[in-house]
């Protein structure tokens, strides 16, 4: 599925090594089905030539504010009003610089300037440039204007230098595109998750876990913030980061074992949406030994478990109900290695739920794909086979629908 149909991206390119990379953020744009609109400045030419560009977009590339191939003669104008979103990259230091003090002295600075569309920087510089006080007033500045900046990065830099300053890289400049379109079905909503596994500690380094990755609830995070939703995410141990969009961030707690995520849940059960996606240990250990337990000759040491608090369970008996709707509304998840409906509809119903979700499969732990089988109080509905950030997203257009 393309995810940028019928979308106009104009493409602005400014005077930096980085520049080498519009040529695949083109293509990966175009891909994902959004028509591009280059516009360069003279500097950029230099590091890489209108003529790719044009062929690679199959549009006439602009660079010159006089540019008499536009009928009234007004590039900035006509090409600006043509577009969805103006999208920057790489954004020099300078052109940050310009467009901070609302200068406009050619095409691509004179057309952000008279834009009535959303725009997109995704900064490249040396990290000097980068860390240089007069741009971080630039980035203060473009923020308060509500301008996104994407990025930059820190790693290894074409100068050599190592540092921040590095432009994202193409695929990750278009993932943050695709979320910027993402319609915002849940502006205004608190949304909590839980994601990962849990540990319960035996001793100080041993301990019981399970196979969860994390990557479900993270996916979900991410596309609830993607829907405009304000998101706070406790994870369990997991190694994976938080996700980031330029218009927005997560709030992280990382917890470890089940009675920290039920503390964690707890403190923050003044929400719209709770999504309990976490693989929550069903057990903890009783008598956890505060030294490493230490082999006794054959003897086998005894383990004692106690039960966990069930988080879902708890949250979902103390929402309210107003007019039949549940706040928060809580989605619950279901692993099982056989009848999976059956057993998840029978956990709906016992946890008091109006939605649960069922992994197909038994492929889904760590894996970036999964499937799923939506179990509501009316019906059910299949999410075919797709990375898990496609399901995410999908699975948030349906709950906002509920709400
Ligand atoms: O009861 P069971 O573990 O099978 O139910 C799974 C669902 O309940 C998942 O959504 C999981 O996140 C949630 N759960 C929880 N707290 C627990 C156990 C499960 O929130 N202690």
Same mark, same amino acid.
């Given at each position: 599925?393309?995810?940028?149909? *019928?979308?106009?991206?104009?493409?602005?390119?400014?005077?930096?090594?980085?520049? *080498?990379?519009?040529?695949?953020?083109?293509?990966?744009?175009?891909?994902?089905?959004?028509?591009?609109?280059?516009?360069?400045?003279?500097?950029?030419?230099?590091?890489?030539? =209108?003529?790719?560009?044009?062929?690679?977009?199959?549009?006439?590339?602009?660079?010159?504010?006089?540019?008499?191939?536009?009928?009234?003669?007004?590039?900035?104008?006509?090409?600006?009003?043509?577009?969805?979103?103006? %999208?920057?990259?790489?954004?020099?230091?300078?052109?940050?610089?310009?467009?901070?003090?609302?200068?406009?002295?050619? %095409?691509?600075?004179?057309? !952000?300037?008279?834009?009535? !569309?959303?725009?997109?920087?995704?900064?490249?510089?040396?990290?000097?440039?980068?860390?240089?006080?007069?741009?971080?007033?630039?980035?203060?500045?473009?923020?308060?204007?509500?301008? &996104?900046?994407?990025?930059?990065?820190?790693?290894?830099?074409? !100068?050599?230098?190592?540092?921040?300053?590095?432009?994202?890289?193409?695929?990750?400049?278009?993932?943050?595109?695709?979320?910027?379109?993402?319609?915002?079905?849940?502006?205004?909503?608190?949304?909590?998750?839980?994601?990962?596994?849990?540990?319960?500690?035996?001793?100080?380094?041993?301990?019981?876990?399970?196979?969860?990755?994390?990557?479900?609830?993270?996916?979900? &995070?991410?596309?609830?913030?993607?829907?405009?939703?304000?998101?706070?995410?406790?994870?369990?141990?997991?190694?994976?980061?938080? =996700?980031?969009?330029?218009?927005?961030?997560?709030?992280?707690?990382?917890?470890?074992?089940?009675?920290?995520? *039920?503390?964690?849940?707890?403190?923050?059960?003044?929400?719209?949406?709770?999504?309990?996606?976490?693989?929550?240990?069903?057990?903890?250990?009783?008598?956890?030994?505060?030294?490493?337990?230490?082999?006794?000759?054959? &003897?086998?040491?005894?383990?004692?478990?106690?039960?966990? =608090?069930?988080?879902?369970?708890?949250?979902?008996?103390?929402?309210?109900?107003?007019?039949?709707?549940?706040?928060? *509304? !809580?989605?619950?998840?279901?692993?099982?290695?056989?009848?999976?409906?059956?057993?998840?509809?029978?956990?709906?119903?016992?946890?008091?739920?109006?939605?649960?979700?069922?992994?197909?499969?038994?492929?889904?732990?760590?894996?970036?794909?999964?499937?799923?089988?939506?179990?509501?109080?009316?019906?059910?509905?299949?999410?075919?086979?797709?990375?898990?950030?496609?399901?995410?997203?999908? %699975?948030?257009?349906?709950?906002?629908?509920?709400?």
């Amino acid at each position: 599925m393309q995810s940028l149909l *019928y979308k106009k991206i104009v493409l602005g390119i400014t005077g930096g090594i980085a520049a *080498y990379k519009c040529a695949e953020l083109a293509r990966l744009l175009i891909q994902e089905g959004a028509s591009v609109q280059v516009v360069m400045t003279d500097a950029a030419a230099q590091f890489i030539t =209108p003529v790719t560009m044009q062929a690679l977009t199959g549009n006439p590339v602009y660079t010159n504010q006089w540019d008499a191939r536009i009928y009234n003669n007004m590039a900035h104008i006509e090409l600006s009003r043509a577009a969805d979103v103006i %999208l920057i990259a790489p954004t020099s230091a300078d052109l940050m610089a310009k467009l901070s003090l609302g200068l406009a002295d050619d %095409l691509l600075s004179t057309l !952000c300037l008279a834009r009535d !569309c959303p725009l997109l920087l995704a900064p490249a510089m040396n990290l000097q440039m980068w860390q240089h006080p007069a741009t971080q007033r630039s980035v203060d500045r473009l923020r308060a204007d509500h301008i &996104a900046l994407l990025g930059p990065a820190s790693g290894a830099q074409a !100068c050599g230098e190592v540092g921040m300053g590095r432009m994202l890289e193409p695929t990750e400049i278009t993932e943050q595109i695709i979320a910027f379109f993402q319609k915002k079905v849940l502006a205004g909503k608190r949304v909590l998750i839980t994601a990962g596994p849990t540990f319960e500690a035996i001793d100080p380094v041993r301990g019981i876990t399970n196979r969860s990755s994390g990557k479900m609830g993270f996916a979900i &995070a991410r596309a609830a913030l993607e829907a405009g939703a304000e998101v706070h995410l406790i994870a369990g141990p997991c190694e994976l980061g938080t =996700p980031l969009l330029a218009t927005g961030k997560i709030q992280r707690t990382d917890v470890v074992s089940a009675k920290d995520m *039920y503390e964690a849940a707890m403190a923050s059960r003044d929400c719209d949406l709770f999504f309990a996606v976490a693989a929550v240990a069903d057990w903890a250990i009783a008598n956890p030994s505060k030294e490493k337990i230490k082999r006794q000759g054959k &003897a086998i040491p005894k383990i004692e478990f106690t039960p966990n =608090p069930d988080i879902l369970l708890t949250l979902a008996q103390s929402a309210k109900k107003t007019q039949g709707k549940q706040h928060p *509304y !809580c989605v619950g998840f279901a692993a099982e290695s056989a009848r999976l409906e059956e057993h998840a509809q029978e956990k709906r119903k016992r946890k008091g739920i109006p939605l649960i979700v069922g992994n197909i499969g038994p492929d889904t732990f760590g894996s970036d794909l999964n499937q799923l089988l939506l179990i509501h109080d009316r019906g059910t509905k299949k999410l075919a086979k797709a990375p898990k950030l496609t399901l995410a997203r999908q %699975l948030i257009q349906f709950v906002a629908t509920q709400l």
